[in-house]
């Protein structure tokens, strides 16, 4: 469809990706945020006496299980970010000059646009799948701190 045909065109192509984007960069800040709280509370834990970071050691293995994991999920979230953003640019790119140009340059750039979003939906997922894997680590922590915490007072 040429853009003489609807003004609105160009949504259409660029609606979904912008949504991907805006949903990755959410992610993002969300899980830079889950990350400093783990750096803060491995390094907490590393800086406690010997004798207690020791009754803590498993908690500072899970601590940096969580980091690695959250570094994954940063890095894919930030490939999916840059595919998305870079279909999306395609698109309109493709879309506005689709009233000057026609044939195989369209079809590549609408090409390139797509593999760029299905590279940056992979890696989303990617993204969504390391963050589940980290909040059930982050839950396992709890629970583990819990447990040491309850020891430590005599309770069961």
């Given amino acids: 469809m040429a853009l ?6 160009v949504l259409s192509y660029v609606g979904g990706p912008a949504l991907l984007t805006n949903a990755t960069s959410v992610f ?3 899980t830079s945020n889950r990350f400093a709280r783990a750096i803060d509370r491995a390094r907490a834990i590393a800086a406690m006496p010997d ?3 020791a009754r803590h050691a498993g908690e500072l293995r899970m601590a940096h299980d969580r980091v690695a994991l959250m570094a994954r999920a940063m890095a894919s979230l930030y490939v999916a970010l840059t595919c998305f953003a870079l ?4 698109a309109i790119g ?3 000059t689709a009233e000057f140009v026609s044939g195989q340059i369209l079809t590549v ?4 646009a797509g593999i760029g979003g299905a590279i940056g939906f ?6 969504a799948v390391c963050l589940v894997l980290e909040s059930r680590a ?5 629970l583990r701190e819990a447990d040491i915490a309850l020891a430590s007072i005599g309770k069961p």
């Fill in 94 to 96: 493709g879309a506005a």
């Fill in 122 to 127: 992979a890696a989303f997922v990617t993204g």
């Fill in 87 to 90: 279909g999306t640019a395609i």
């Fill in 138 to 142: 982050a839950m396992q922590a709890v």
């Fill in 4 to 9: 003489s045909d609807s003004p609105f065109v």
């Fill in 28 to 30: 993002i800040l969300s």
């Fill in 109 to 112: 750039a609408f090409a390139a």
């Fill in 51 to 53: 004798a207690e970071r």
